[in-house]
């Protein structure tokens, strides 16, 4: 059933660094699950990290998206509307913040830092959003990652804890805005895992292994993991499922 559930099914995936990242990971299972997938990549030199996944996943659709330059979403999703003409759902996997801002303490985020980290990490879905509503006729699902630091303070998280809880934020109100189209907006919240984007959080490895000894079962998640997730959000199975933040984290985050 699973190498069937998503069979006709057509998603744009971005925020693909690697094949370690969580967005290949979801990449992965969704494609095993028989999805079609478009997937873009961020500057030329991440293309020979990213060009491999791409074809592992046989994307029919391959583009440069750098969300920060003006016209490339919007060539994205004209590439989409001319060879497929219909959308299903969004992957949104992208967070960044420049490393002063992100390794100093809060109240010391310059106020550039913040505007980069808010316009790259939140509103790009919304503008992706924006594109992405038109063509799903029919319904579909957009979901984007968060994490625990959106709801609770985690050491050495910083500024992205606040950027993160902006993004839940902006979930839950798009997701009661396009609820009436059938559209429906969740984030996943992984624990900690090692990625390059998760790396450059300052004293990360201290991060890992705190969050491996509190989960309730006592390991990591991996890519696989969420990515199984992000096959059920998009899936039929989550119909009526919307503004949800969904936790794949070994139970993480139910400890104080």
């Known amino acids: 059933m699973l ?6 099914k057509r998603g744009l995936i971005v925020g693909i660094a690697n094949e370690h990242s969580i967005a290949a990971g979801c990449g992965a299972a969704l494609r095993a699950a028989g999805a079609d997938l478009a997937v873009t990549y961020g500057h030329e030199k991440s293309l020979p990290y990213i060009e491999p996944v791409a074809t592992a996943l046989e994307a029919p ?5 750098d969300v920060q330059v003006e016209g490339q979403m919007e060539a994205v999703f004209e590439e989409i509307t001319q060879k497929w003409g219909q959308l299903d759902f969004v992957l949104h996997s992208i967070a960044y913040c420049p490393k ?4 100093g303490p809060v109240s010391e985020c310059s106020k550039d830092g913040f505007a980069q980290a808010m316009d790259i990490s939140v509103h790009s879905l919304i503008r992706m959003t924006r594109l992405a509503a038109p063509l799903m006729t029919h319904g579909g699902s957009i979901v984007t990652m968060s994490y625990y630091g959106a709801e609770k303070v985690v050491d050495h998280y910083n500024i992205m804890g606040p950027v993160k809880s902006a993004l839940e934020g902006t979930v839950r109100y798009l997701a009661a805005e396009l609820g009436p189209k059938q559209i429906r907006v969740n984030a996943i919240s992984p624990g900690p895992l090692q990625t390059r984007a998760g790396s450059g959080i300052d004293h990360f490895d201290e991060l890992i292994e705190s969050a491996r000894l509190r989960a309730p079962e006592q390991s990591l998640v991996s890519i696989e993991d969420v990515g199984h997730m992000a096959v059920g959000l998009v899936s039929d199975l989550s119909r009526k499922v919307t503004g949800n933040i969904a936790f794949v984290d070994g139970g993480y985050h139910v400890r104080a």
Do not use: A, Q, S, Y
């Open 3 to 8: 190498e069937t559930l998503l069979k006709g």
């Open 100 to 103: 002063e801002d992100l390794h």
């Open 61 to 65: 659709i391959f583009l440069p998206l």
